[in-house]
Protein backbone atom coordinates (compact mmCIF):
# COMPACT_ATOMS: atom_id res chain seq x y z
CA UNK A 1 0.00 0.00 0.00
CA UNK A 2 1.55 3.15 -1.07
CA UNK A 3 0.89 6.62 1.12
CA UNK A 4 1.23 10.25 -0.23
CA UNK A 5 1.26 13.28 1.93
CA UNK A 6 0.85 16.77 0.39
CA UNK A 7 2.15 19.65 2.36
CA UNK A 8 2.96 23.23 1.42
CA UNK A 9 -0.23 24.76 0.81
CA UNK A 10 -1.63 28.06 2.13
CA UNK A 11 -3.03 31.64 1.39
CA UNK A 12 -1.61 34.02 -0.80
CA UNK A 13 -1.73 36.89 -2.47
CA UNK A 14 -2.21 36.95 -6.36
CA UNK A 15 1.72 36.97 -8.18
CA UNK A 16 2.49 35.00 -5.33
CA UNK A 17 4.36 31.89 -4.98
CA UNK A 18 4.14 28.58 -3.07
CA UNK A 19 5.94 25.04 -3.22
CA UNK A 20 3.97 21.95 -2.73
CA UNK A 21 5.41 18.80 -1.29
CA UNK A 22 3.95 15.33 -1.95
CA UNK A 23 6.19 12.56 -0.04
CA UNK A 24 5.52 9.36 -0.98
CA UNK A 25 6.09 6.20 1.33
CA UNK A 26 4.90 2.56 1.67
CA UNK A 27 6.35 1.22 -1.58
CA UNK A 28 7.62 -2.66 -1.10
CA UNK A 29 11.33 -3.20 -0.63
CA UNK A 30 13.20 -1.95 -3.79
CA UNK A 31 10.36 -0.15 -5.28
CA UNK A 32 11.31 3.86 -4.91
CA UNK A 33 9.77 6.95 -6.76
CA UNK A 34 11.59 6.00 -10.15
CA UNK A 35 8.94 3.49 -10.91
CA UNK A 36 5.86 5.59 -10.05
CA UNK A 37 4.18 8.49 -12.10
CA UNK A 38 2.96 11.04 -9.78
CA UNK A 39 0.18 13.82 -11.22
CA UNK A 40 -0.75 16.58 -9.26
CA UNK A 41 -4.84 17.47 -9.52
CA UNK A 42 -6.62 20.12 -7.86
CA UNK A 43 -10.59 20.51 -7.47
CA UNK A 44 -12.42 24.30 -6.76
CA UNK A 45 -15.58 24.10 -4.97
CA UNK A 46 -18.44 23.11 -6.96
CA UNK A 47 -16.14 22.02 -9.83
CA UNK A 48 -14.46 18.74 -11.50
CA UNK A 49 -10.94 17.89 -10.80
CA UNK A 50 -8.62 19.26 -13.20
CA UNK A 51 -4.93 17.78 -13.43
CA UNK A 52 -2.28 20.12 -13.31
CA UNK A 53 1.24 18.54 -13.78
CA UNK A 54 2.34 14.89 -13.82
CA UNK A 55 5.68 13.26 -14.11
CA UNK A 56 6.71 10.15 -15.76
CA UNK A 57 8.68 7.28 -14.41
CA UNK A 58 12.02 7.87 -15.91
CA UNK A 59 11.43 11.99 -15.07
CA UNK A 60 10.44 12.62 -18.27
CA UNK A 61 8.53 13.47 -20.07
CA UNK A 62 6.11 15.73 -17.85
CA UNK A 63 3.06 17.43 -18.75
CA UNK A 64 1.04 20.70 -17.66
CA UNK A 65 -2.47 21.72 -17.82
CA UNK A 66 -2.26 25.28 -20.24
CA UNK A 67 -3.62 27.56 -17.60
CA UNK A 68 -0.16 26.82 -15.65
CA UNK A 69 2.01 26.04 -18.50
CA UNK A 70 5.26 28.67 -18.13
CA UNK A 71 4.34 29.22 -14.10
CA UNK A 72 4.07 25.89 -12.70
CA UNK A 73 7.04 23.33 -12.59
CA UNK A 74 7.24 19.91 -11.52
CA UNK A 75 10.42 18.08 -10.13
CA UNK A 76 10.93 15.18 -7.45
CA UNK A 77 14.16 14.02 -5.00
CA UNK A 78 14.69 10.16 -5.57
CA UNK A 79 16.66 10.26 -2.47
CA UNK A 80 13.95 11.52 -0.24
CA UNK A 81 10.72 10.28 -2.23
CA UNK A 82 9.36 13.39 -2.50
CA UNK A 83 7.46 15.16 -5.73
CA UNK A 84 7.52 19.15 -5.26
CA UNK A 85 5.23 21.53 -7.57
CA UNK A 86 6.72 25.06 -7.83
CA UNK A 87 3.94 27.56 -8.75
CA UNK A 88 4.63 30.67 -9.32
CA UNK A 89 2.52 33.95 -10.51
CA UNK A 90 -0.18 32.65 -8.69
CA UNK A 91 -4.11 33.69 -9.68
CA UNK A 92 -7.37 33.36 -8.03
CA UNK A 93 -8.15 30.48 -10.75
CA UNK A 94 -5.67 29.03 -8.71
CA UNK A 95 -7.79 28.33 -6.07
CA UNK A 96 -8.72 24.72 -4.52
CA UNK A 97 -7.69 21.32 -3.00
CA UNK A 98 -3.94 19.94 -4.38
CA UNK A 99 -3.98 16.12 -4.70
CA UNK A 100 -1.06 14.30 -5.40
CA UNK A 101 -1.88 10.71 -7.13
CA UNK A 102 0.82 7.80 -7.87
CA UNK A 103 0.61 5.21 -10.81
CA UNK A 104 2.86 1.99 -10.83
CA UNK A 105 5.51 1.84 -13.45
CA UNK A 106 3.40 4.33 -15.85
CA UNK A 107 5.88 5.30 -19.06
CA UNK A 108 4.07 8.25 -19.45
CA UNK A 109 1.70 9.95 -16.51
CA UNK A 110 -1.24 11.86 -18.37
CA UNK A 111 -3.42 14.73 -17.02
CA UNK A 112 -6.79 13.12 -18.85
CA UNK A 113 -8.04 10.63 -16.63
CA UNK A 114 -7.89 11.07 -12.87
CA UNK A 115 -9.18 7.12 -12.75
CA UNK A 116 -5.54 6.42 -14.27
CA UNK A 117 -3.87 6.73 -10.61
CA UNK A 118 -4.24 4.06 -8.22
CA UNK A 119 -3.07 5.90 -4.87
CA UNK A 120 -4.04 9.57 -3.70
CA UNK A 121 -3.06 12.45 -1.12
CA UNK A 122 -5.52 13.96 1.17
CA UNK A 123 -4.99 17.29 -0.57
CA UNK A 124 -3.84 20.40 0.39
CA UNK A 125 -5.65 23.82 0.05
CA UNK A 126 -4.07 26.63 -1.78
CA UNK A 127 -5.55 30.02 -1.42
CA UNK A 128 -4.91 32.68 -4.08
CA UNK A 129 -6.86 36.18 -2.89
CA UNK A 130 -6.19 39.66 -2.12
Known amino acids: QLQLVESGGGLVQPGGSLRLSCVVSGAASGATLDTWAIAWFRQAPGQAREGVSCISTRGLPTDYADSVKDRFTISRDIVHNTVYLEMNNLKPDDTGVYSC???????????????????WGQGTQVSVSS
Open 101 to 119: AAVWTAVTCTLIAPTFYEY
